[in-house]
């Protein structure tokens, strides 16, 4: 991976970070209780440690733990506005 990709995946982890701990410190007081937990879960999940792996292999394991936990609150939202349809 070059530098710059490296940097600019940097970056965007950084500001997804930002976003994510925002989302979960004032979640509680406009989402579900279950959606909320799940963000803060997802903020307290263990990761691969940056020092003893590639940046590839942490970028790759964020990414998987991403979709899930977009896949669950997603489906949290649904069931929280009542909606069951598949999409």
Sequence with gaps: ???????????????????????????????SSEAATLLEEFRRRPGLDWDENPASDVYEDEAKSYTKALNDFRDIAKKDLGVDRQV
Excluded: V
Excluded at 1 to 6: L, T
């Design 1 to 31: 991976m070059s530098e710059e990709r490296e940097a600019e995946l940097s970056q965007s982890h950084d500001q997804a970070w930002r976003d994510l701990d925002k989302a979960t410190t004032i979640g509680a007081y406009i989402i």
